[in-house]
């Protein structure tokens, strides 16, 4: 194992605390999808983390590597849930694992930075939103550069820690603009000063990770 | 369920899916896991599978449209919404050939979202895919939709043209770039008399003044962008058919195919008259109908209205619509 | 002129008979002195010329099904209007055969007269001229009906079979017999949750209270004897399927014939669910459902209903069914 | 010519005769069909005969016999006539027209009996009513009686008189009656009083073939 880098213990830690996570701000993020959206965020993300604890329950072996967290969430996100969000989500997680299978027993930040950008990718193709469309694209693609930037050698969970950063300022920059994609697009100027719900989760996501390392798995830093 | 026969407005599509696949037993199966029905036949010479869905409501399209010389599977949404990705992933996985699947979509957020993300998942499997995007409604041309053209009527001729090229052999970037070059020299307008019965609330989706008219509908019950009083057919379709050529522009002797299409609840006396005015048109244009379809083919559930589209052939596209076809919807 | 697509009230069958003309001109003639569709491809083994006709409203019957394998001629009336007996008489002249020419008759009385008085001119032209009555609808099987059943759905049925006997030959009086024993063995029942929009006023025929449903319609708009809540289609198919079965009484393993059929506004979606209602009662039951249609075949306009229909045949008529046919409507 | 018997000209005076009785009762018929019917019975019949005397014109030889103007009453009311009536009128010319061509230039009373047995029998193939349904059967039934009761050697002028007296019988008993077929079967009770319209028309035929020879064709007494 890679110093500085998750294992699967530490991927699997890090998607339950997303999910914990989710749960605890469904209330918020349905506000902000009922302002911008049709108010179903909340409900479609918790849905997605709860099948995805089940897989994770179900898979049950956490020294497996960082691959089949990762593989577990994006099958629950792709499959189970519907909605523009949830197998968006889902295309990420499914880039995230695919990285991790390659990197072998650890998932470094270069390995994270690579995957963050192919899921990157793979939401803008299918959902044709550019930065600055008021999507969770604003949020993932500062968290994707800064995930990139990191020096070789920086520690996964710093570097996930200076992404979560960058996204969190990517949601605040959704908080000006108003909406070209999604449903929130219909509503044009009137959504101008709400951050986009899906941005909020992605910096969620970023999040959760840097709490892991610093509450679950110590061992890792 | 009052104008509804149904069981409740959730069963709706499934059990209308179960009866489908009993009635048509000969042609389709349904693959119960992804919810989509699936060709029994098709071409041993196919390197590609052809796979279109969409949101239900719109029957015979695309179901109608699965079997020899046509579609190799169908994934139906809930009414008017997007299938699930999921149901797309893997109908594809049941119908790819050696050259992977082809996916035709209708110009929808949530159709293209659901089709790309299926297709991300190929791509992960190295089933190799690719996509036609039907965007052909006239009315939703303008600079002012971001969402771009929505597709409509069309769709089911890009499908019998593909249907016909994918069993003469055709490999997966051939037969995208056919396709593509098909809705190019397609264009399709809509108009509606009465709105369709919104499943959920039983209630017309919207409601006209008497004499109006929604010129410009798409096939979701969806409003036009401007409401005009109605007029006598021959005008009507005259304007409309215009507005087409205008659009796809047929060079001198180019076969164009033409289909007049019922939105649901259209009468086929309305639907034949509207073919003769636009015959009349045609001719009166010096343009050559070489092909053309009358019924209801793309429909919004029970709207009252039709669609022209006109497509404008090219000298490969012809034969392949003329392929044999044998669908529960379309057979020659 | 205002929910209708037309030029003009008066102008709506006659431009659709053109349309429809020209829409299918490999298929049907258009004899304009007469106001008929005549095929124009007929098995030369014919000895009988098949010539059915009715009110216009009911497309595709009957010149949906004008062609090789079916009717030699139909003559259309006004809409819900009896065809003229001079249409009838001139058409059945067009297409008389060595042995004479065969009416399939709905049962109404305009329909009897002006079918009764252009065979009375045959007769005084020396050309044979024998009838099949199809009186098929069961809500209207009650002695307070002094005109006697009703004839709908199932006269397709009975077309579809007299078109495979004409074409093995069969002589006047024979396929007289044949049709009036699949009318015995043939029902229909009729239900609709709306009415068809009346193309004199523009408005619904009449206005049904929400939740409730026409239980026993005909095909001409007119009301049932009877009005009743709504219900879940598995119970009403259920319902209707058990009173048809108390009326055709199929024995043991007896093949049964099936037509679920649109009355015009109803969704696909709706007919695939009844179907496989329809079915699962035949299932039931323990009768053997050996052949199936769905779709709008005897129609009521925009009517939003649909029909029940069930023949059990005869071991003749199961080929009469299956053999080729290629008409607007119905190709096999 | 045999004696008594209706040559070409006289019968087609009395076709034009009856014309002219029904143009003179259009109102009358007009308002009997509103009170039973659908009130286009008075039309109905003027449309015929109208487009009979064209025909009669057309054919320029009234010594032709009497098969021809029958048959040109006959074409008119089959093939330019709706409703119900018309072609049931067209039926009886019909069968009168055929007995005319068998009976050779001239009709005797003998040959009109038949050819009314025969018209009525085709209009109760057709229509399917019986006496006492209230339709035009009720004044031919008693007329083709009369004429078939008048013994042999009667003149057919004399013969038809009697079919008119026994036709207007007819036609009073129908007020009687209750309506079974056609529109008036829809009013049931309400049309009792009101003497059918039909049989009105059937009543004026026979009473014109009479005038006929009273006043336009002496030289047949
Ligand atoms: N075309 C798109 N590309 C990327 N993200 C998108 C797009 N459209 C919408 N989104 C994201 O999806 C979020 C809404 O998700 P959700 O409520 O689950 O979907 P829905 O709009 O179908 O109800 C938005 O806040 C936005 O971030
Ligand atoms: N079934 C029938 N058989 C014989 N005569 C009939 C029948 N039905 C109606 N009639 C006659 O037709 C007359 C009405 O004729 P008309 O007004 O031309 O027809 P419609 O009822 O079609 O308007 C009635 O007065 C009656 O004498
Ligand atoms: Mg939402
Ligand atoms: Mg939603
Ligand atoms: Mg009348
Ligand atoms: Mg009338």
Not at chain 2, 18 to 40: I, N, Q, T
Not at chain 2, 195 to 220: M, N, S
Request: aromatic residues 6%; proline residues 5%; glycine residues 12%.
């Amino acid at each position: 194992m890679t110093t500085g880098a998750f294992d699967g213990r530490a991927t699997s830690d890090w998607m339950r605390r997303f999910a914990a996570t989710a749960y605890a701000t469904e209330a918020e993020l349905t506000a902000l999808d009922q302002q911008a959206g049709d108010g179903d965020f909340g409900v479609n993300l918790t849905a997605g983390v709860k099948a995805g604890e089940r897989l994770l329950d179900a898979d049950g072996n956490p020294d497996g590597g960082p691959s089949a967290p990762l593989g577990s969430m994006a099958a629950a996100f792709l499959d189970e849930i519907g909605g523009t969000s949830g197998p968006l989500f889902g295309l990420l997680f499914q880039a995230l694992a695919r990285t991790a299978e390659s990197a072998g027993s650890a998932l470094t930040a270069a390995a994270l930075a690579t995957g963050t950008e192919e899921g990157l990718a793979a939401i803008r193709r299918v959902g044709d939103a550019a930065p600055g469309d008021k999507t969770l694209v604003d949020a993932l693609t500062p968290a994707a550069e800064a995930l990139r930037a990191a020096p070789d050698g920086t520690p996964a969970d710093q570097a996930l820690e200076r992404a979560a950063e960058a996204a969190w300022q990517g949601v605040r920059d959704t908080a000006d603009l108003s909406a070209r994609m999604g449903r929130a697009s219909y509503l044009g100027e009137r959504v101008t000063g709400v951050p986009d719900p899906g941005a909020v989760g992605i910096a969620l996501f970023f999040a959760s990770a840097a709490d892991t390392v610093r509450e679950v798995a110590p061992h890792l830093r | 369920m009052a104008r509804y026969f149904e069981n409740s407005t959730d069963d709706l599509v499934p059990d209308a899916l179960a009866g489908f696949a009993r009635a048509h037993a000969d042609v389709v199966e349904h693959h119960a896991d992804s919810g989509s029905l699936v060709a029994r036949h098709t071409a041993a010479a196919r390197r590609v599978g052809l796979l279109s869905g969409g949101g239900s409501g719109h029957e015979p399209l695309h179901a109608g449209f699965v079997g020899a010389g046509m579609l190799d599977a169908a994934c139906p949404g809930r009414v008017f919404a997007s299938p699930h990705n999921r149901q797309i992933y893997q109908a594809s996985l049941a119908v790819a050939r050696p050259e992977g699947v082809l996916h035709i979509v209708k110009n929808y957020t949530g159709d293209r979202i659901n089709f790309g993300i299926a297709a991300e998942r190929l791509a992960h499997q190295d089933v190799a895919c690719a996509r036609v995007l039907v965007d052909d409604d006239l009315a939703s041309d303008s600079e002012a939709v971001g969402a771009g053209r929505r597709g409509t009527g069309g769709t089911l001729l890009v499908e019998k043209i593909l249907g016909g090229a994918a069993d003469t052999g055709l490999g997966l970037t051939e037969l995208a770039e056919l396709g593509a070059a098909a809705v190019r020299r397609c264009r399709t307008l809509a108009v509606a008399s009465a709105a369709h019965t919104a499943p959920t609330t039983d209630e017309p989706a919207f409601t006209l003044p008497a004499g109006e008219l929604e010129y410009g509908v798409g096939i979701h019950g969806e409003r036009a962008n401007r409401t005009r009083p109605q007029q006598p057919v021959a005008a009507l379709v005259e304007e409309m058919t215009d507005a087409l050529l205008a659009a796809v522009r047929p060079g001198p002797g180019e076969p164009v195919l033409a289909l007049v299409n019922g939105l649901g609840a259209v009468t086929s006396l309305e639907l034949y008259g509207i073919f003769g005015e636009l015959g009349r048109v045609l001719d009166a244009r010096g343009v050559h109908l070489a092909r053309h379809l009358v019924g209801d083919y793309v429909t919004a559930l029970d709207m009252r209205g039709f669609s022209l589209t006109l497509l404008v052939a090219d000298p490969a596209m012809l034969p392949f619509y003329d392929a044999p076809v044998r669908t529960a919807a379309l057979r020659w």
